[in-house]
């Protein structure tokens, strides 16, 4: 039996295929994309608010820490410390911030950053909040270009930028106790500080940057004199004790005084980064207006203990320069030694009538050496010991002249005080030992011997009783005289008490007498007195003395 079976297809015919499309999206594509756009939108939004990061170089990473240590501008967080590392040749650190958005701006090559700790100074102590919050790095805004790395300060800078003010320069020779932070003082009152001090690349001179604070860099002038107030000012000198104190702060973290000379007067003040010249002390600010002076030498034959470089040159209590150096001068030839003193003569102390252009530097000196000028050491000061130079006329001095032959022009000495009562004495006393002093002795005794001897002699009694009867011979004529004589002598007695009435101890005539005494006494004692006042401060024939009273 033949099964059915399903008969084979036409070739010529081919099935069809249905396709049924789907419209429909599958749920698990949407997390990934929902993913995607929270991750866009969180990345767009921490780019947008993102501030710059910047790279600060320091010596040391002492209380820094990565994520934790903050960066601050007057207390405000400004940013984070994002990495600490040191930098590839092992030389300093390199701390790396983020700063917060908006602070792009002020991230300038003039910005300073440096690290608060607590710290003692010449200006305080500072950063005691760091103790129990820990070290943050502070930023000071400058300006300049915008930038991303920077050199971070060791120290902290004495002012802000922001702090109205004027910046100096100060050239000094020698830094004293001035450092960073001192105060600067103007009549005792703090108005500004020491920034910073080097040494340029001539080490000719220090150079001190000062900021004076406004509106006190008003008072800053041209004229304007700066000089070293560390404190206290001691000094010995042939005058005696000079002190000067100016405040305990300065006497224990030094600092720098100046004046302005007029400044009453208008005035404009000076430019910033103006150099002023800083001094030692107040004493030398005001030698440096003598800017003239003219070298001498004097040579002293006796000692020169006492008398140092410094040492003041004077005419009649004026001082009118110093010694500049000492020496000792051997000549072999003559065996003899000489002690030149190199003294500077400062024209511009003395005042001079006329016109003076014409006169030669050492042509007035020629004509007071001619006229008997000589150079004498002097006594300056019995405590200290110390000597000056002083300059005189010495009319008795041997006749010298001013000798041009020596490197500087040589001013002729006499000895000094002691010298000369030495040699008096020395020379009264060689001419006691020349005395034939025993032969002397010998005539004084024979000559006592004699006057004793006629004394006891029978021919001395006759002498006597001769003048006992000449005596009584002699009062007898008084006698006879007298009677003769007797109107005479009334006469002359009522002469005599006419001339007592007129002169006598009651008399008118001498009380008038006597008052004028009196007076004359008076003013000759006035006039010594105003005399030496004038001695000791001539400049009061021009300044003049209120209450001047002779005493």
């Given at each position: 039996m033949q099964e059915d079976r399903p008969s084979a297809p036409d070739p010529g015919e081919l099935p069809?295929?249905?396709?049924?499309?789907?419209?429909?999206?599958?749920?698990?594509?949407?997390?990934?994309?929902?993913?995607?756009?929270?991750?866009?939108?969180?990345?767009?939004?921490?780019?947008?608010?993102?501030?710059?990061?910047?790279?600060?170089?320091?010596?040391?990473?002492?209380?820094?820490?990565?994520?934790?240590?903050?960066?601050?501008y007057k207390d405000v967080d400004v940013g984070v410390v994002d990495n600490v590392a040191l930098s590839?040749?092992?030389?300093?650190?390199?701390?790396?911030?983020e700063l917060s958005k908006g602070v792009e701006q002020h991230v300038t090559e003039g910005t300073r950053f440096w690290i608060v700790r607590p710290r003692i100074g010449a200006s305080g102590v500072s950063g005691l909040g760091t103790l129990l919050s820990g070290a943050f790095i502070e930023m000071d805004p400058g300006e300049g270009a915008l930038t991303d790395s920077f050199v971070g300060l060791e120290e902290p800078p004495p002012i802000s930028s922001d702090v109205p003010g004027t910046r100096y320069l100060l050239q000094a020779e020698n830094l004293g106790w001035v450092e960073r932070g001192s105060p600067v003082y103007y009549r005792d009152v703090p108005v500004g500080q020491v920034l910073s001090y080097q040494l340029p690349k001539d080490r000719r001179a220090l150079e001190v940057q000062v900021f004076i604070n406004a509106p006190h860099d008003q008072l800053v002038r041209a004229d304007s004199r700066f000089w070293n107030a560390s404190g206290i000012e001691i000094s010995a000198t042939a005058a005696g004790f000079d002190l000067r104190v100016q405040s305990l702060t300065a006497l224990l973290a030094g600092g720098i005084a100046f004046d302005t000379p007029g400044i009453a007067r208008p005035g404009e003040q000076a430019a910033a980064a103006s150099e002023f010249p800083l001094f030692e002390s107040f004493a030398s600010v005001g030698e440096a207006q003598f800017t003239e002076k003219i070298p001498y030498l004097v040579s002293f034959d006796g000692s020169v203990r006492g008398l140092s470089p410094g040492a003041p040159v004077e005419f009649r209590g004026i001082k009118v320069g110093r010694v500049t150096d000492i020496s000792l001068v051997a000549e072999p030839e003559t065996g003899s030694v000489?002690?030149?003193?190199?003294?500077?003569?400062?024209?511009?102390?003395?005042?001079?009538?006329?016109?003076?252009?014409?006169?030669?530097?050492?042509?007035?000196?020629?004509?007071?050496?001619?006229?008997?000028?000589?150079?004498?050491?002097?006594?300056?000061?019995?405590?200290?010991?110390?000597?000056?130079?002083?300059?005189?006329?010495?009319?008795?001095?041997?006749?010298?002249?001013?000798?041009?032959?020596?490197?500087?022009?040589?001013?002729?000495?006499?000895?000094?005080?002691?010298?000369?009562?030495?040699?008096?004495?020395?020379?009264?006393?060689?001419?006691?030992?020349?005395?034939?002093?025993?032969?002397?002795?010998?005539?004084?005794?024979?000559?006592?011997?004699?006057?004793?001897?006629?004394?006891?002699?029978?021919?001395?009694?006759?002498?006597?009783?001769?003048?006992?009867?000449?005596?009584?011979?002699?009062?007898?004529?008084?006698?006879?005289?007298?009677?003769?004589?007797?109107?005479?002598?009334?006469?002359?007695?009522?002469?005599?008490?006419?001339?007592?009435?007129?002169?006598?101890?009651?008399?008118?005539?001498?009380?008038?007498?006597?008052?004028?005494?009196?007076?004359?006494?008076?003013?000759?004692?006035s006039i010594r007195l105003f005399a030496d006042y004038l001695e000791r401060h001539p400049e009061a024939l021009i300044r003049g003395k209120a209450g001047y009273d002779g005493r």
């Open positions: 069809e295929v249905e396709v049924e499309s789907r419209r429909r999206v599958s749920l698990v594509w949407l997390f990934p994309l929902v993913a995607a756009a929270i991750a866009i939108w969180l990345g767009y939004t921490t780019l947008r608010e993102q501030g710059p990061t910047i790279t600060i170089g320091f010596e040391s990473a002492e209380g820094l820490e990565a994520d934790k240590t903050r960066i601050k590839d040749d092992l030389s300093h650190i390199l701390v790396t911030a000489r002690i030149p003193v190199a003294i500077e003569i400062e024209p511009q102390r003395v005042g001079m009538e006329g016109d003076m252009s014409d006169v030669q530097p050492f042509e007035m000196m020629t004509a007071l050496v001619d006229r008997g000028l000589r150079a004498q050491l002097r006594q300056g000061n019995l405590l200290t010991g110390e000597l000056y130079v002083s300059l005189d006329f010495h009319p008795e001095a041997p006749e010298a002249e001013l000798d041009m032959r020596a490197k500087y022009p040589l001013i002729p000495s006499v000895p000094t005080d002691i010298e000369v009562l030495t040699a008096s004495v020395t020379g009264i006393l060689d001419k006691l030992a020349g005395l034939p002093l025993e032969d002397l002795v010998t005539d004084l005794r024979n000559t006592v011997q004699s006057i004793n001897a006629l004394a006891s002699s029978d021919d001395t009694g006759q002498i006597v009783a001769a003048l006992s009867e000449a005596a009584v011979g002699l009062q007898a004529l008084v006698a006879k005289l007298e009677e003769q004589l007797g109107p005479l002598l009334g006469q002359a007695r009522s002469t005599l008490a006419a001339a007592e009435g007129l002169v006598g101890r009651d008399s008118q005539t001498r009380y008038d007498v006597s008052a004028m005494l009196r007076e004359l006494t008076s003013a000759a004692r």
